[in-house]
Nanobody
Framework: AQVLVESGGGSVQAGGSLRLSCAASKFAITLFRMAWFRQAPGKEREGVAGIGYDGSTTYADSVKGRFTISRDKFKNTLYLQMNSLNPEDTAVYYC????????????????????WGQGTQVTVSS
């Protein structure tokens, strides 16, 4: 069964906002490093925002000040609040889990993540 399920994608005009959710099952998200990645057509998957089990966060330069990663331990859900969206943010967004337990710090290196959700499409029009 899928352990990471994203939702919240959609179409929005430039300058708008969306909040993505990633519901996790079978493990507690607060014990693992988690992250959001995205992949645009014809481009490689890139890290957007990461959060360590210790709560530390990291962001890609392209989204700093606009996106916020957070988590709700009671709902066992990871979030990505995206503000001031622009057409360059159009992509399929994926949440991911580093399956190693309690690794300190956050990371945007996709090689460190073994569990992936199915993705949710975000489309930003100008």
């Amino acid at each position: 069964a899928q352990v990471l399920v994203e939702s919240g994608g959609g179409s929005v005009q430039a300058g708008g906002s969306l909040r993505l959710s990633c519901a996790a099952s079978k493990f507690a998200i607060t014990l693992f490093r988690m992250a959001w990645f995205r992949q645009a057509p014809g481009k490689e998957r890139e890290g957007v925002a990461g959060i360590g089990y210790d709560g530390s966060t990291t962001y890609a330069d392209s989204v700093k000040g606009r996106f916020t990663i957070s988590r709700d331990k009671f709902k066992n859900t990871l979030y990505l609040q995206m503000n001031s969206l622009n057409p360059e943010d159009t992509a399929v967004y994926y949440c991911a889990r580093d399956v190693r337990l309690m690794v300190a710090g956050s990371s945007l290196n996709k090689e460190e993540y073994a569990d992936w959700g199915q993705g949710t499409q975000v489309t930003v029009s100008s």
